[in-house]
């Protein structure tokens, strides 16, 4: 019995680490071999192409057909000098992860002969068999057809013998069906917004980007004893296992000497990311045992959303190569920390000016203020959009339970930027006196930057907070497409700037008032507006969570409640105001994500209903006939007496028995809830059914089966245990 348990931990008992042998070349001259960068490119094709690629990246320029050939031309040249043998669009579908279909450069031309072809035709434009992908009804009533376009804005790269061309992925009738086209579409709305209330302050600013760093967590297991457990396999996560006697309550593994096996899989980790461009700088040891991050430097955030879903998919190539799985599920173990994945953001000017970060003059604070006071309001309004932007199946497991930012929203700033704007919401009404405002720019606008140097308070519990000069989305999950949260935040900023823009404007002109003292009444009532979304005390407090209610802040716990703002009207509008999403996209989204939920809380479902019923009830029962065996031999020896010798078996036997009847019934009664929420037609209710009459049962199901696991004989078990799969090395 229990074979494949003990096998997988021989095997990883023997496990030495991987040899990894640096490259002869040093990181710094490594970065971006294999990426066609704009200073490559000017080594491949003819200026007049090179000039066009970096105007379309630069102002969104179109680049036709001719010199779609020459820049095809000189891609292929290149990628062929690094090994390529095919070439692929990439891109995003809606199932969250990244899409590849290979060609060969090779063509046979006829006796015998053979070239490599690869035209601008096949770099623009590609017809992938999209039928397969989530489209949430698009395809069926508008075009059978999808097709991959090229965005030059995110550089082709070489992975392995692939030449890899960033794409979006759009139906024949133009809505998107990818994460990457409406977050496009947004960034090019803040830029709009954010470059007009910029140049406010400064006229040479002419464009405004978002930057992204992500902070990747993820867990490390050995791939045999990963193996052993179906639940691992499939769901990414453990259905069932009783707690380790150690967790993470000595705290003794959070930045700690990181263990040879998982060091030698980041170093080759690091060699893949860095010659692909993804500027990996940080690697650590997280809280919960082989829970490790990862993080770059930031980048545009186009590019950084491109290079998260890249580096997710490279580490599960590379841990292979090092006999080990990646979990990036949110929460493989209940009961430890599970993962997230921090979004650092922020907005950048083309003068170099990072719009969240204070100055040194009170002009540059004033620009300050009105970028970090706006992107507060934007979130009190969207607060909701914001929360749903991160919902998932997995996330659910995470978001509010004591280790995670709750899933109410809410926005932390610390102590001095507190008191500055407590200082504005006092401005007065109207014009400002000149003494008011020589007062306001030297003593509170005009201190920024010196209070915030020693700016020490940081707080771990807030999903949205301020850090200095970004802000950090903490709530996003460690599996999500950063994407969505992106694509939605940057919408919601600009809608905000854009009013402010017209606000201030209208104050101007309307009521004469000179720019600054527009801007300080503007900025006023938005800091009143935005009063409630703003906390700063322990978000994972039961206090909160009352105090929270009392403002009307909402707490939505699963993903089906938090889904559904997103096809509210306030929501249609403001995409549509942004030409983001049009309601036929944000329908099918709304669609997809909700099939997407049911799926995996039914997928999850049946396997837990299998290992309980083929794994540990038939466990539970050979244990249980050797206790039975014993009290007859007891029995045997002391006749009348027995009882006296056999009485805890007894009772042991007993126990047992209940457990394996409530597994039983447990298990009938959520397949029962299972056939009735199948037939619910429409995707919101059969969600909720989903949600909340088959997804309790796990837990039921899986109290018996963790209580099982504690009395039956070891030798027996035949489930990996917690502490082998978090302490085996
Ligand atoms: P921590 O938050 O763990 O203390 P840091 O503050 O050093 O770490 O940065 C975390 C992440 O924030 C890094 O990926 C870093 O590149 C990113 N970051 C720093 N500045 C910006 C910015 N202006 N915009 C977006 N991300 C940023
Ligand atoms: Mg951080």
Redesign the pocket.
Request: without cysteine; hydrophobic residues 25%.
């Given at each position: 019995m229990a074979t494949i348990r003990f096998q997988a931990l021989q095997e990883t008992l023997n496990r030495k680490p991987v040899a990894v042998t640096e490259p002869s070349l040093r990181r710094s001259e490594l970065y971006a071999s294999n990426v066609f960068t704009t200073s490559t490119a000017k080594h491949y094709m003819p200026k007049e192409a090179y000039n066009a690629v970096v105007d379309a990246i630069t102002h969104g320029k179109k680049i036709d057909r001719k010199v779609a050939d020459q820049v095809a031309s000189g891609m292929k040249a290149w990628a062929i000098s690094k090994g390529a043998t095919h070439y692929t669009h990439w891109f995003q579908p809606l199932t969250g992860t990244t899409a590849e279909k290979h060609d060969a450069f090779f063509e046979p031309v006829g006796d015998g002969a053979a070239i490599d072809k690869f035209d601008g035709g096949q770099l623009v434009q590609q017809e992938p068999d999209a039928s397969s992908f989530p489209s949430g009804g698009i395809r069926n009533t508008f075009e059978a057809r999808g097709y991959t376009a090229w965005d030059p804005t995110s550089p082709a790269f070489v992975m392995g013998t692939t030449l890899c061309i960033p794409t979006v992925f759009v139906s024949y009738t133009g809505e998107a069906l990818d994460n990457k086209t409406p977050l496009l579409r947004a960034l090019q709305s803040i830029d709009q917004a954010a470059t007009e209330v910029a140049r406010y302050f400064d006229k040479n600013v002419n464009k405004v980007i978002c930057?992204?760093?992500?902070?990747q967590e993820y867990f490390l297991v050995d791939s045999a004893l990963a193996a052993s457990r179906p639940d691992l396999q499939m769901a990414g996560r453990l259905l069932l296992g009783h707690e380790a006697a150690k967790g993470q309550q000595l705290e003794d593994h959070y930045f700690g000497s990181i263990p040879d096996r998982a060091l030698a899989f980041m170093r080759e980790l690091e060699i893949e990311c860095i010659s692909l461009s993804i500027p990996v700088?940080t690697r650590h040891n997280e809280v919960a045992p082989n829970q490790f991050e990862i993080?770059?430097?930031?980048e545009e955030a186009n590019l950084a959303v491109d290079h998260n879903s890249l580096l997710m998919d490279v580490m599960s190539k590379v841990a292979a190569r090092h006999n080990l799985k990646v979990l990036l599920h949110e929460k493989p173990f209940a009961g430890i920390n599970g993962s997230g994945k921090?979004n650092?953001?922020?907005m950048?000017t083309d003068t170099g000016v990072?719009l969240?970060?204070p100055g040194k003059t009170p002009k540059s604070n004033l620009m300050f203020l009105s970028f970090f006071i706006s992107t507060i309001k934007a979130v009190h309004d969207y607060a909701d959009l914001l929360r749903a932007s991160i919902a998932s199946a997995n996330n659910d497991h995470r978001l509010g339970a004591n280790e995670a930012p709750p899933a109410i929203i809410s926005v932390f700033i610390g102590q001095q930027l507190t008191a500055v704007l407590d200082e504005l919401e006092r401005v007065t009404d109207g014009n400002l006196s000149p003494e008011e405002k020589t007062e306001l720019k030297l003593n509170v606008v005009g201190k920024i930057p010196e209070i915030l140097l020693d700016n020490t308070d940081r707080n771990r519990t807030s999903p949205f907070a301020f850090?200095g000069?970004?802000f950090?989305f903490r709530a996003v999950g460690s599996s999500a497409n950063c994407a969505k949260p992106m694509m939605v935040l940057s919408t919601i900023v600009a809608q905000q700037l854009r009013e402010f823009k017209a606000e201030v404007d209208a104050l101007i002109e309307k009521k004469k008032m000179k720019k600054d003292d527009a801007i300080f009444n503007v900025l006023r009532e938005y800091v009143k507006a935005s009063k409630k979304i703003r906390f700063e005390g322990d978000g994972y407090s039961d206090d909160w969570v009352e105090e929270a209610k009392k403002r009307g802040l909402n707490n939505f716990k699963t993903t089906p409640e938090a889904l559904k703002v997103q096809v509210s009207k306030q929501a249609i509008d403001l995409y549509a105001a942004h030409a983001v999403m049009n309601k036929v996209e944000i329908e099918a989204r709304y669609e997809i994500e909700l099939e997407e939920y049911i799926k995996r809380v039914q997928i999850e479902g049946r396997i837990l209903g299998d290992i309980a019923t083929n794994h540990v009830i038939p466990t539970a029962i050979a244990y249980q006939n050797t206790l039975i065996a014993n009290v007859r031999g007891l029995k045997e020896i002391f006749e009348k007496d027995y009882t006296k010798y056999a009485a805890q078996q007894i009772d042991l036997v007993k126990s047992i028995s209940g457990h394996i009847g409530s597994i039983i019934s447990d298990v009938d009664a959520m397949i029962e809830e299972r056939k009735k929420a199948n037939v619910i037609d429409h995707a919101d209710k059969k969600a909720d059914a989903y949600c909340n009459k088959v997804k309790p049962y796990f837990d039921k199901i899986r109290y018996h089966c963790d209580k099982l696991e504690l009395m039956v004989d070891d030798e027996l078990w035949p489930l990996t245990k917690y502490r082998e799969l978090l302490f085996t090395r």
């Open positions: 930057t992204l760093g992500w902070e700088k993080a770059p430097l930031y921090h650092n953001w922020s950048g990072n969240l970060s850090t000069n970004k950090e």
